[in-house]
């Protein structure tokens, strides 16, 4: 493909409450083994987008160990590869990223030294499949200087989280807002971007110039009527996991079998870092049913429309119902989890209750497990 990307994945949302204490919002996990930078990885490795640059900042400990090797998402060419890029301190700047596009010209010189007259831009934090290549036609076909990929948001409720804009017949935008508290429009952005190398540096530069660091407040709505921007609507699964409810409800997805089948049983699948683990086991008098439990968890108890992901313990007389359990939780006898999100390495005791009431309780303990 006639283009490199770039994974902006340094940010955080104090809406993901607890959850992003301990790591960046790009390496929650989703679906029992993944995390919600392997969608966007993924996509970009089946576009064939060889050259790829992700952007990290905050908590990006265990996310740039997950990103330790390119070989999982075959990015491992010659002329090829995947680049991590952290804000570094230097002799002419010594801040963190101060935005997007402030990230994006700190890392400049890995657009200036790449060939491809294309650049895919894409988040971190976002749950989706997509072919960049039809994206990337369509930008030429418009002769845009920029694509934005947008969907519908069905829920009036959630609009204010995102980018709103509006289009003319041509889908040209002719309105972008960001993250309104009210709107008459329903098209939202993904945050997926499709410019031209040389356009992006050249607004990038104007933007530091100006000390300007937000991508979309200070390039696509300050440029809107003066620059061809248009819309590439998709009608696909997609889903952006930046508050608690939000990424409780993409991992609860994950268990109608048409999602699954859609992400996993159809190609291009997803794929992801690799963990040498054994197989789940189910000890006489384990109960599952309709639930994802990953590599490495042991089931004593019952679980029911919840999502395990590795190395979890269930013990005896447990009860796990709608809950997301993440990595290496033990979960004592006699236990009780309903509507919950369980953070990972934690301890839960035995004959613990935890139940969520009308919103998704996230369980965060630090007991030691082996005095139990």
Partial sequence: MRAIGIILAGGNNNRMRELSNKRAIAAMPIAGSYRSIDFALSNMASSHIQRVAVLTQYNARSLNEHLSSSKWWDFGRKQGGLFVFTPTITKENSLWYQGTADAIYQNLEFLKSSHEPYVVIASGDCVYKMDYNKVLEYHIAKRADVTVVCTTCDNPSEIERFGVLRMNEDCRIEEFEEKPMVSSYNTISTGIYVIRRRQLIELIERAALEGRHDFVKDILIRYKN???????????????????EAYYKTNMDFLKPEIRNYFFKQEPTIKTKIDDLPPAKYNPGAQVKNSLVASGCIINGTVENSVLFKDVFVGNNCVIKNSVILNNVYLGDNTHIENCIVESRDTIRANSYYCGDGEVKIVVEKNDRYIL
Avoid at 226 to 244: E, F, P, Q, V
């Fill in 226 to 244: 003066l620059k061809r921007i248009y819309g590439y609507k998709i009608d696909t699964y997609w889903s952006n996991i930046s508050t608690a």
